[in-house]
């Protein structure tokens, strides 16, 4: 049978080259950024499992002997006084705990599966634990770097730019704390600087730091303020604030880390336990000792939690990994991490509590090795189903820097994760038999009403990656993924826009900064 005219006129079309007559998206969004509606990851799959039950249970007896047989060592006497008193041992001479396995199991009991983390803006709240999932920025590193600039101590202006940006990447759901130290700001007050910057340049959930009772209680205090409330009320409402709280592997806590646990908890804030067991290191060399060491550090850090506040939210955070033996430098986005990830949600759901875990790299530049390091820890911490990624943009050279191009590289990766939850469409419309069946054996679908009515967003859109023929991208000028990255920064960068705020607030947040930096009592 001969094909219709607009059957044969399409498939003369369809001899050129595809670029020339695939439909371009460039006249709905002439030099945009292109980004995907800011939304947070629904998990709608089981979660990777790769160790069968009993052995999840060997780990988790294995982490709870631990704490009855050796304890951990607690650092603040404040600290051992409330294991003290909710009933386990304590030696304040060797400055010991030690748990028993059922009264620690039934102090865990009490710890929410699920909870909601408030938002300036209530649009950007968050759900966390279950199937919910939210992508949190770098934070914490000493240095930032650039394609121009290479690797610097930052400044208090820079750290401002990289706020902006989180702000700007609607898929980043939480800012991480930062993105890295305001260096040339003194150390003893820049964490005010950090939170003013968190409070007013953002309208997302940020994490504070909260290395002490002090610390904590400014961002509890600033918090507060930026919702118009009051520290004392904090506790009777959704929280506001995860903070993390790192043990010292091998099983210690220290006194700082103890003490932002606690203000967390008694104002009804959420402390993410995350021990820090790298594997040859401060954990043992094999993959199951180092988790039965996380698990143990974990479940005495959450247990302080309830202990402070029963029900209050809490997570258990999962940071293990192994060193490089060679140098006994830290080794991240390694198949041992990918798995440790996988296995620590295992062992997260056998508590019944929320998981953090991470995207890292230990490469030192937002290159080749940064991308696929960085996927495999991606791979672990949402095979594993964690409900926070902490680090998920922006981390290079083993935590110690921030760079600008790997934000956005990271950013391109996880909306890509992303797109990939969300299950494709079945039904009649989808299936497209009517659309089959016009353009039959041999033909194909450009110009057919079924694509022209989807194909401005039926795929995914990148954000950094080229999908050009190699001509085409040489005529382009062979722009690299770093160097698009670059560009796309400084794009978002002089087009962000400030977040609404109330001026009263603002001014109070910046009066109490400028009363604390002057020692005022607040």
Not at 44 to 64: K, S
Not at 241 to 266: C, H, K, Y
Not at 285 to 296: E, K, M, R
Request: glycine fraction near 10%; charged fraction near 20%; proline fraction near 5%.
């Amino acid at each position: 049978m001969t094909a219709p005219s607009s059957k044969r006129d399409a498939n003369r079309r369809g001899q050129g080259r595809r670029r020339g007559n695939r439909p371009e998206r460039s006249d709905r969004s002439a030099g945009a950024i292109a980004q995907p509606a800011w939304k947070p990851v629904t998990y709608h799959v089981a979660p990777t499992e790769i160790l069968v039950p009993d052995a999840i249970e060997r780990i988790h007896q294995a982490g709870l002997a631990i704490l009855q047989e050796i304890g951990i060592k607690v650092l603040g006497q404040d600290a051992r006084d409330a294991y003290a008193a909710a009933g386990f041992d304590v030696d304040d001479t060797s400055e010991l705990v030690r748990f028993d396995s059922t009264g620690l199991m039934e102090t865990l009991a009490t710890i929410p599966a699920e909870f909601s983390l408030r938002a300036r803006n209530p649009q950007k709240n968050l759900r966390i634990g279950g199937k919910h999932a939210a992508f949190c920025s770098v934070g914490g590193p000493a240095y930032c770097m650039d394609l121009e600039q290479g690797r610097r101590r930052g400044t208090y202006k820079e750290m401002c730019d990289f706020i902006r940006l989180v702000q700007s990447l609607d898929i980043l759901h939480q800012e991480g704390g930062g993105g890295f130290e305001a260096l040339d700001l003194p150390a003893d007050t820049r964490h005010l600087d950090l939170f003013l910057a968190q409070a007013t340049l953002m309208d997302k959930n940020w994490v504070p730091w909260n290395m002490g009772t002090e610390q904590t209680i400014d961002a509890l205090t600033m918090g507060a303020m930026m919702m118009a409330e009051s520290v004392e009320t904090l506790a009777e409402k959704d929280p506001l604030f995860v903070g993390v709280v790192n043990t010292n592997s091998p099983l210690q806590l220290d006194i700082p880390m103890a003490e932002g646990l606690m203000t967390l908890a008694a104002h009804g804030q959420v402390a993410i336990i995350t021990p820090f067991t790298l594997a040859g290191a401060m954990a043992p060399i094999t993959l199951a000792g180092t988790l039965a060491q996380q698990h143990a550090e974990a479940m005495a850090g959450l247990a302080l939690t309830q202990i402070i506040r029963p029900g209050v939210p809490a997570m258990y955070g999962a940071f293990s990994s192994n060193v490089d033996m060679r140098t006994g430098s830290p080794a991240f986005g390694t198949p041992e991490y990918t798995q440790a990830a996988q296995i620590s949600g295992q062992l997260a759901r056998r508590l019944g509590v929320p998981l953090r875990s991470s995207n890292t790299t230990a490469a030192n530049a937002p290159d080749a090795q940064a991308a696929y390091e960085s996927m495999m820890s991606l791979w672990g911490a949402m095979g594993g189903q964690a409900n926070i990624i902490k680090h998920a943009a922006g981390w290079v050279g083993g935590g110690l820097t921030a760079s600008y191009e790997k934000l956005i590289i990271d950013a391109e990766m996880l909306q890509m994760m992303a797109a990939q939850c969300e299950p494709p469409e079945v039904s009649d419309a989808t299936l497209a038999l009517d659309a089959i069946r016009d353009v039959g054996p041999a033909g194909h679908y450009f110009g057919t009403e079924h694509t022209l009515a989807r194909y401005e967003d039926a795929f995914y859109t990148p954000l950094v990656s080229n999908w050009d023929n190699y001509e085409t991208w040489l005529e382009g000028g062979s722009e690299t993924a770093e160097r698009k990255a670059n560009r796309v920064w400084k794009q978002l960068l002089g087009e962000y826009e400030k977040p609404p705020i109330d001026a009263g607030i603002e001014e109070a947040l910046n009066d109490f900064v400028a009363r604390r930096k002057r020692g005022e009592a607040v």
